[in-house]
C-alpha cells in the first residue's frame, strides 16, 4: 500500500531572509531534502543509487508559495510519486507548519533517471519497485507545462 512520506523539520535562523520569512530559495533546499529522505525511507538512498551508476535529476521544479514560514516553526514536508513514464518520475510536495496545519507551499518536481554520464534511461525495475512505496497516482494539483 502506497502512502506519503512524512518528514518533520524545523526552520533554522541562516534560512532566513530579513524580513524574517523563509527565502524563497529555500524551500527548493527543502523539498530536495524530502525527496532524498523519502527515497532512503524506502530503501532506495542516493549514494546507493549513485553506487549502481544511476542518478535522479530534478528536470524542472514548480512551487507555488501560499504563506510564510518563520523561524522555528516545525514544518512537515509530505513528499509523493504521482507518475512513472519511461526515465521520468513525477514527485509531488506539500510543506505545512504544524502549530495550525497551514499549507505553505506546494511544489511538483519532474524528475529524470540518468546514466553516470548524464544519459536518460528508463527508471530501473529494481528501483522503481521501491519507490512505489510513496507512488500515488492522484493528479489534484498538477503544475503548468513550460515549452
Not at 520569512?21 to 523519502?38: C, D, I, P, Q, T
Not at 504544524?98 to 530501473?124: E, H, M, Y
Amino acid at each position: 500500500m502506497s502512502v506519503k512520506s512524512h518528514l518533520r523539520f524545523k526552520v533554522r535562523y541562516y534560512e532566513c531572509d530579513p524580513l524574517g520569512h523563509v527565502n524563497h530559495a529555500a524551500y527548493v533546499s527543502y523539498f530536495e531534502m524530502g525527496r532524498l529522505e523519502a527515497m532512503a525511507a524506502c530503501g532506495v538512498p542516493f549514494s546507493d543509487v549513485m553506487k549502481q551508476g544511476y542518478a535522479l535529476v530534478a528536470s524542472d521544479i514548480f512551487v507555488q508559495y501560499k504563506m510564510a514560514a518563520v523561524l522555528e516553526d516545525q514544518l512537515e514536508l509530505q513528499t509523493w510519486i504521482t507518475d512513472f513514464r519511461g526515465a521520468r518520475s513525477v514527485w509531488h510536495q506539500e510543506l505545512y507548519r504544524c502549530r495550525d496545519n497551514a499549507l505553505l507551499a506546494q511544489a511538483v518536481v519532474n524528475g529524470a533517471f540518468t546514466t553516470a554520464d548524464g544519459r536518460p534511461i528508463r527508471v530501473p525495475t529494481h528501483i522503481r519497485q521501491q519507490l512505489e512505496a510513496y507512488y500515488l497516482p492522484d493528479r489534484a494539483w498538477e503544475a503548468p507545462r513550460w515549452r
